[in-house]
């Protein structure tokens, strides 16, 4: 009897044993590379093909300062910081004042709109960057009409370089700037409505009631009581959104073709694609763009998760 | 009084319905008209030219062919990545120590960019310098060393076990928070009835987990055929076509040939694909349920 207990305590032991040699293979698989990535940095253009060693023993810590200037992933960089702190508030505000008002307040067609956003999280639609592009391409030359149309009377006001220089700024900067901003508002609309939403019907309404006897208006109950409450939900859609912006590659490849207004995930291709690859100051970059991600991540896991399980669920 | 209030409600759900209608709904309606026509995207007129866009892409050899490499990726997304995630959560499912720790490591390649993921590979994968043809030398396997990423026979299968090296901690936490949703009671009362470790898992794990298995194959299948952006960074734009998967065709018909059309009636073929892939394998997964 004493045996065949200890039997099923060593199978048990062994079991175990098993798993974390599993565990622990796969999570290697996950970390090496990384760390590859990473070593690889810190080596020149000449030990980066010789030299095996994983973190190199004289690390080049000056191929960041390299990349950020001379590759030009400074620009990136910020851009894509950019990017990301105006597409998450642009989402936050308007998302959470269309969820507020599915979820509270009443209008004829609003179950109908409501199931719209529902649907384009499920209809598939591969290749909706074609039309995209003709609409911000269209809109692109409705503007260059119509700033060509206005200069003459500026020029009456201001002087003719100022009048050229901001048409010139408006047209390259500001114009391809906001265009990707708006599309991506559009990518993360629909899942962030539908989170808050969800949040928003959960909700007591005995403290809107309450602030609407305080005499605040529905604007007012939307921005002292709903997003307050909201926090939680706001938090996951900050984070979702900021990976999905951080990340995007595809709509940046087509609305942003100039170097100044590219965010890093473009960057990374365009320097790769370049005649003469320095594959040190690549890592670098790549470090670089993978490094803000990771750290969020690391902080706010128990977030990112939960928003990956509810995207999935609506799904 | 009363309209006035509706007017206001309406204008909480403005902001969104705009935006939505103008960079989802007009797009989405206007792949439809752009798929009758055949337009370069720069002049001013196109030419209407009815469904024989529809009729080309019929007889469209690359276009077919990029269809299956897709299928390829997604078929080893499902059983490779899938079966991955599988035995992960299994084996996490329990009390582990450290469980959390492995939990937060397996998703670190799904939450960073495709970029970035082809990027490292290619450079690990690098027919030259590759540190695993060094790795193959060192050992002395000489014949396994090879272009990975040129070789026709070798490039799909590299960028599918990329592809699965990147989602399969995706599948993992999804699987694990449906495994964790069956209640514990039903495995203990199991073991009281003498059932061993395999009845238990075809028994009560597998019938209960169905409706998350389903879930996570559609987005598995939806998310592998839609697979490019990868495919970009590792072996470059539309260089060769034994890589090529359906959305880079389409973005080759309308950046490469300049065919606004004709890429907008592929991005409704292969729209029409995904639905009745993902609707088929819904009645499926309906039919295991009731069997």
């Given at each position: 009897m004493k045996d065949g207990a200890s039997k099923y305590i060593l199978k048990k032991r062994l079991e175990l044993v098993v798993i974390y040699i599993f565990l622990g293979i796969v999570a290697l698989t996950c970390i090496l590379p990384l760390l590859w990535m990473f070593g690889s940095s810190l080596k020149t253009q000449g030990t980066?093909?010789?030299?095996?060693?994983?973190?190199?023993?004289?690390?080049?810590?000056?191929n960041y300062y390299l990349a950020w200037t001379k590759g030009e992933f400074g620009i990136y960089f910020l851009n894509s910081i950019f990017y990301t702190a105006v597409v998450v508030f642009g989402i936050i505000i308007v998302s959470s004042l269309a969820a507020y008002g599915f979820s509270r307040l009443k209008f004829p067609g609003s179950n109908f709109l409501f199931h719209m956003f529902l649907a384009a999280m499920m209809v598939p639609l591969p290749g909706s960057f074609v039309p995209l592009y003709v609409l911000v391409n269209n809109i692109r030359k409705v503007l260059l009409n119509f700033l060509t149309a206005i200069s003459p009377q500026l020029a009456h006001i201001f002087p003719q370089g100022f009048v050229q220089q901001s048409n010139t700024f408006i047209l390259n900067q500001v114009f391809p700037r906001g265009a990707y901003v708006f599309c991506m508002i559009n990518v993360g609309l629909s899942l962030s409505i539908y989170i808050l939403k969800t949040f928003f019907d959960k909700m007591p309404k005995e403290l809107e009631d309450a602030a609407r006897i305080d005499g605040c208006n529905k604007l007012g109950i939307w921005r002292h009581v709903a997003i307050p409450l909201a926090k939680p939900a706001i938090a996951v859609i900050t984070i979702f959104n900021s990976l999905n912006v951080w990340n995007e590659y595809i709509l940046a490849q087509l609305i942003l073709s100039s170097k100044e207004t590219m965010p890093l995930q473009r960057g990374l291709i365009v320097f790769q694609g370049?005649?003469?690859?320095?594959y040190p100051l690549l890592m670098a970059g790549m470090t670089m763009t993978a490094i803000p991600i990771i750290i969020i991540y690391l902080i706010f896991q128990k977030y990112i998760i939960k928003g990956i399980t509810a995207g999935a669920l609506v799904g | 009084m009363k309209a006035k209030s509706i007017l206001i409600n309406y204008l909480f759900v403005l902001p969104a319905v705009l935006i939505f209608g103008i960079f989802y709904i007009y797009p989405f309606l206007k792949v439809f008209q752009l798929s009758l026509m055949e337009w370069?995207?720069?002049?001013p007129t196109m030419q209407f030219v009815g469904i024989s866009n529809f009729k080309e892409i019929m007889t469209d050899k690359i276009w077919w062919d990029s269809m299956w490499h897709a299928g390829y990726i997604t078929l080893i997304a499902l059983t490779f990545q899938n079966g991955l995630a599988l035995l992960l959560a299994l084996a996490c499912?329990?009390?582990?120590?450290y469980g959390n720790i492995f939990r937060v490591i397996f998703f670190i390649p799904p939450i960073l960019s495709e970029v970035v993921v082809g990027l490292i590979w290619q450079w690990i994968l690098d027919?030259?310098?590759g540190i695993l043809n060094n790795a193959f030398n060192a050992m002395g396997?000489?014949?396994?060393?090879?272009n990975w990423l040129s070789d026709p026979k070798t490039a799909l299968t590299c960028i599918a076990v990329v592809h699965s090296w990147k989602g399969f901690g995706w599948g993992f936490i999804i699987l694990l928070a449906g495994l964790q949703t069956i209640p514990k009671q039903l495995y203990e009362a199991a073991k009281v009835d003498g059932a061993d470790s395999w009845q238990v898992f075809t028994k009560i794990t597998i019938p209960l987990m169905i409706p998350v298995f389903s879930m996570v194959i559609i987005l598995t299948i939806l998310g592998s055929m839609q697979v490019f952006v990868l495919i970009i960074s590792m072996?470059?734009?539309?260089?060769?076509?034994?890589?090529?998967v359906p959305v880079l065709r389409i973005l080759a018909s309308m950046t490469?040939?300049?065919r606004f059309g004709y890429a907008c009636a592929q991005g409704i073929i292969f729209g029409l694909v995904l639905i009745i892939i993902s609707f088929t394998q819904k009645k499926l997964s309906e039919r295991i349920k009731q069997a």
């Open positions: 980066v093909f010789s030299d095996p060693s994983l973190i190199p023993a004289h690390p080049e810590w000056r370049m005649h003469v690859t320095d | 370069d995207g720069i002049l499912d329990r009390e582990i120590k027919g030259n310098y396997m000489h014949s396994l060393v090879r072996v470059g734009q539309g260089l060769v076509h034994h890589t090529d490469g040939s300049s």
